[in-house]
């Protein structure tokens, strides 16, 4: 599969613009302990800006390849490949056309693009 399933895809947990880099979208999902599942689809190559979280990330490539930026030093995650981003941990990335991530994060990460359609 080149996509994510078309029921994946609800407009009610489609993230913001201002919550993911350009040339993506992405959904998200809530945990009731406050967590956060998102996937994200990369419709063109580009970059994430350095930032840091006050809770855990763990990731998976599904397609294509996200590099990690973690102190000047590329670490590439390639399809079928995982991350664990401890909190705390400063990192930023690139990715290229075509790339889908899974991600799992200890903390609120993203916002809805429409936060009045939730359910």
């Known amino acids: 599969m080149d ?10 947990n489609a993230i913001a613009s201002g919550s ?5 979208q ?8 406050g967590s956060q599942l ?13 930032h840091v979280h006050d809770y855990d990330e763990y990731f998976i490539v599904v397609q294509g390849c996200y590099t990690l930026i973690i102190d000047g030093k590329k670490i590439p995650v390639s399809a079928g490949e995982e991350y664990l ?3 705390g941990t400063t990192h930023a990335g690139e990715f290229i056309k075509g790339t ?9 990460r993203a916002e809805r693009a429409n ?4 359910v």
């Open 115 to 118: 936060p009045y359609l939730q």
């Open 85 to 87: 981003l401890h909190r």
């Open 26 to 33: 992405g959904y998200v999902y809530d945990g009731a302990d």
């Open 20 to 24: 993911q880099s350009k040339g993506v």
């Open 38 to 50: 998102a996937y994200w689809e990369c419709a063109t190559d580009g970059k994430s800006l350095e």
């Open 100 to 108: 889908r991530t899974i991600h799992a994060f200890g903390g609120k």
């Open 3 to 12: 996509r994510f399933p078309a029921f994946m895809k609800s407009q009610v």
